[in-house]
């Protein structure tokens, strides 16, 4: 397998207080890669460092390096950085535009397509891909804030998928839906394996052992074990590891 | 780029004050300027002693302060904590009104209405007095002092007032006991933007208070303040003059007491934010 | 003897209640006295004539044009500047000493009284930029006042756009500009726009400012460019109200009638676009 990021001995702060602890690891390609752990563990520390979201927070600093295939990010520029890795949020975050006009809004400002015959080819695939076309097909140029908020968050990984990136982080995006909504998120995510790298945060242990291939454990800003994700939950090899799965704390 | 605009704009203002008003400042001496009780400019030898002035404008602004600070208090708790939703509203856009009123037209009806009214009531030989001014400015700083006071109110948490409640005390005490004390270094703040306000109001002032330049002895006479001998005088008098240089170092004056209120509000403001 | 508190609720509310009512009454009282007298002044001719018999008769139109003039005027130099400062401000500034100073001067800039901006625009703008007692001194020095009141009330509907709208775009690899251009500007519009309609209120009815730098007792023609000296609306109300003798009440009761509708029509239109937007608000 190749290895498509690579983590070196990654420190973050926030206020000088550590959160996260000498990361060495490495994410392959088209895998997911289920992060787990208890809150404040730096789970969404670390994606909003891997797509440098934290750059404009005053409060942040970090030292160590981390590679996507052998370059490192922070010598980028954070444009060409975010085209690559795109970022899913916890709570849907529609942009107060149309439905159509969220989705072809990052691909003009990125200078990608002009054509209107692309833009609705655009609209149509990613939407297809997120098994939102046929829910949504008829008001494509009704305000994005109107649609339910399972619609809204597949309408936000549509929006990424319209830019093409290599990899996706997800930071706990079902955490504000329903069942019935995170089902069909989940689906779609699985389905968005085969073509891109998945890094899936969550703090909900049974979606991380349905979903990802790996799975990594997350404790006080240290990674406690990495590994296979069946393997991960039917005999792990730490004992907080297990503790924490079998629902003892966190 | 843009920002720096309006640091170098405080400077270029004091900037241009101080040199326009330095050589007179220097010649005539600042004491003598501050002290001074006699503002006669255009007679020989002229005297310009803006004591008479800084009492006017300290009196008028005092008497707006009484009539102003317990109305715009009691109002703003009125509006934020008392009235139902719709009357709020409508009292809120009334307030609003009443601020976009342009001082001219509050010193117009000053002059037409108020000033006879005082002349009558108090039997006085005439109305354009200390007293009016105050009525005047009083009206005109309270917009000011009731929507910051009452932003200041309104943002005092629920759960300081639940508490009191659940306490058994009345929606009354607590509102006295509770919500004003937390809404204090708010409500201070906008007294002294108000006050700000009253210093710095020149039309409406000239209008109503007759504008003669004596050490008053009580608020039933005309004055005149800094702001009114500015706009008055201005038109009259020889660039370059000593004159015109007086009214400039009127002018520093003046910008130097809003400074200073200004960075005392501004304090109290600070306070609430943490 | 104690009351009770319940009783004392009452009789507070109550005395509130009348309280705010007085401080209430006089916009009305000068609202009504205004349109009482001064409606009957209001005639075609009045609006679209010039003043005759040294002032005491005629129309007021050149004021009229004069006041729209100094308005268009600061607009065009304030809107583009007062904006940008905001966006710097509020979207790039880091929180340093500079941009701390940079907020004193803003509270201060308010602040200052508005004669003493008449003072300092006629000795910047008149005497030593030579531009003279025309439109262009008085629209600067009142563009120099409201600045700091176009650039709080635009950061303020900055500040009220979700910061998660900028991640959300941010995170698209949008550019910083791109995604203040298309996302954080569009939902602050409203904002901006009742912020910049109320200074245009306020720059209206201003007079201490203009007093020394644009305004003229009497011109008698319109002016031809914005180096002309012009009538003023409000400087023409407050000049035949205390020193024009034998001036007929019922004119200075239209002028002060014309410019009330001017101001409280431009401050109206403001409040009513808010309350448009937060009807409709869709975050």
């Not at chain 2, 270094?185 to 210093?199: D, E, F, Q, S, V």
């Not at chain 3, 602050?188 to 305004?215: K, N, Y």
């Not at chain 3, 002309?228 to 407050?238: A, E, G, N, R, T």
Request: a positive charge.
């Amino acid at each position: 397998m190749v290895e498509k990021i690579i983590v070196e001995n990654l420190n973050c702060y926030y206020n000088k207080n550590c959160i996260l602890d000498s990361l060495n690891f490495s994410i392959l390609k088209n895998e997911i890669l289920n992060i787990i752990g208890p809150a404040n563990s730096g789970k969404t520390t670390f994606l909003r460092t891997l797509n440098r979201m934290n750059d404009y927070n005053t409060y942040y600093s970090r030292n160590g390096n981390i590679y996507l295939d052998k370059l490192n990010i922070f010598n980028m520029s954070v444009e060409k950085l975010r085209r690559r890795i795109g970022m899913l949020f916890a709570m849907p975050i529609p942009l107060p535009m149309s439905i159509y006009e969220n989705i072809v809004f990052a691909p003009k400002c990125l200078g990608l397509i002009f054509e209107k015959s692309k833009q609705d080819y655009i609209v149509e695939c990613v939407l297809k891909a997120v098994f939102l076309w046929n829910e949504v097909k008829d008001r494509l140029n009704k305000s994005a804030m109107e649609i339910s908020g399972g619609q809204q968050q597949r309408l936000c990984i549509a929006r990424i998928l319209a830019i093409n990136p290599e990899i996706i982080l997800f930071d706990e995006p079902c955490s504000g839906l329903d069942p019935i909504s995170t089902a069909k998120v989940e689906e779609t995510i699985i389905e968005l394996k085969k073509k891109y790298t998945i890094v899936f945060v969550t703090n909900n242990v049974k979606q991380a052992s349905r979903i990802g291939d790996r799975t990594a454990f997350f404790l006080m800003g240290k990674i406690i074990e990495i590994n296979k994700t069946e393997e991960f939950f039917i005999s792990p090899k730490q004992k907080k590891t297990a503790d924490y799965i079998s629902g003892r704390f966190g | 780029m843009c920002g720096m605009l309006s640091v170098i704009f405080v400077i270029l203002i004091f900037g241009f004050l101080f040199v326009e008003s330095f050589t007179f400042l220097k010649n005539f001496g600042i004491f003598r300027f501050i002290t001074g009780k006699h503002w006669f400019p255009a007679s020989n030898p002229p005297s310009f002693g803006i004591l008479p002035l800084i009492i006017g404008s300290i009196l008028i602004t005092f008497g707006a302060c009484i009539i102003a600070i317990p109305i715009s208090i009691m109002s703003a708790l009125f509006i934020s904590e008392i009235a139902p939703e719709n009357l709020r509203d409508f009292l809120k856009f009334l307030i609003e009104l009443m601020a976009a009123i342009p001082s001219v037209i509050i010193g117009f009806i000053g002059m037409i209405i108020l000033v006879p009214f005082i002349k009558k009531t108090f039997n006085l030989s005439t109305g354009l007095t200390a007293f009016s001014g105050s009525i005047v400015l009083a009206f005109m700083s309270m917009p000011t002092m009731i929507s910051i006071s009452e932003d200041a109110i309104h943002s005092v948490p629920w759960k300081y007032k639940e508490g009191a409640i659940a306490l058994g005390a009345t929606k009354w005490q607590t509102i006295r006991k509770v919500v004003l004390k937390a809404a204090m270094p708010g409500i201070i703040a906008a007294i002294m933007l108000g006050i700000g306000r009253i210093i710095g109001e020149t039309m409406a002032v000239m209008m109503v208070t007759g504008n003669a330049s004596n050490i008053p002895k009580t608020i039933f006479v005309p004055v005149r303040t800094m702001t009114a001998t500015i706009a008055a005088e201005m038109g009259e008098t020889v660039r370059g003059s000593m004159h015109y240089r007086s009214l400039f170092a009127i002018g520093l004056i003046l910008f130097l007491i809003t400074f200073i209120i200004n960075l005392i509000a501004d304090l109290f403001l600070r306070k609430i934010r943490r | 003897m104690k009351l009770n508190p319940k009783l004392t609720q009452k009789i507070s509310y109550f005395i509130l209640f009348l309280v705010t009512v007085f401080a209430i009454i006089p916009v009305i009282i000068i609202i009504s006295v205004i349109v009482k007298n001064g409606l009957p002044a209001i005639t075609l001719e009045f609006l679209t004539s010039f003043p005759k018999n040294g002032i005491r008769g005629g129309g007021i139109f050149p004021a009229i044009i004069g006041t729209f003039a100094i308005i268009i005027c600061s607009i065009v130099i304030i809107c583009p500047i007062g904006i940008l400062a905001a966006i710097y401000l509020n979207e790039y500034a880091g929180n340093n000493l500079l941009t701390k100073i940079i907020k004193l001067a803003i509270i201060n800039l308010a602040n200052i009284p508005s004669v003493v901006y008449g003072l300092f625009g006629f000795s910047i703008f008149v005497v030593f930029l030579r531009l003279g007692v025309s439109i262009i001194s008085g629209a600067l020095t009142l563009s120099i006042m409201e600045l700091p009141v176009i650039i709080t009330t635009t950061q303020n509907a900055l500040n009220s756009v979700p910061s998660s709208f900028r991640e959300a775009s941010l995170s698209l690899g949008v550019s910083h500009w791109q995604t203040i251009r298309y996302v954080v500007l569009p939902s602050a519009v409203p904002g901006i726009l009742t912020g910049t309609i109320l200074s245009i209120a306020r720059i209206s009815g201003e007079t201490a400012p203009i007093l020394f730098t644009a305004a003229v007792f009497y011109v008698p023609h319109l002016p031809h460019s914005i180096f002309d000296q012009v009538m003023i609306l409000p400087y023409h109300l407050y000049i035949t109200s205390t020193n024009v003798p034998y001036m007929p009440q019922k004119l200075v009761f239209g002028i002060a009638l014309v410019l009330l509708i001017m101001v409280l029509t431009i401050s109206s239109i403001s409040i009513i676009i808010r309350i448009y937007f937060r009807k409709h608000k869709k975050w």
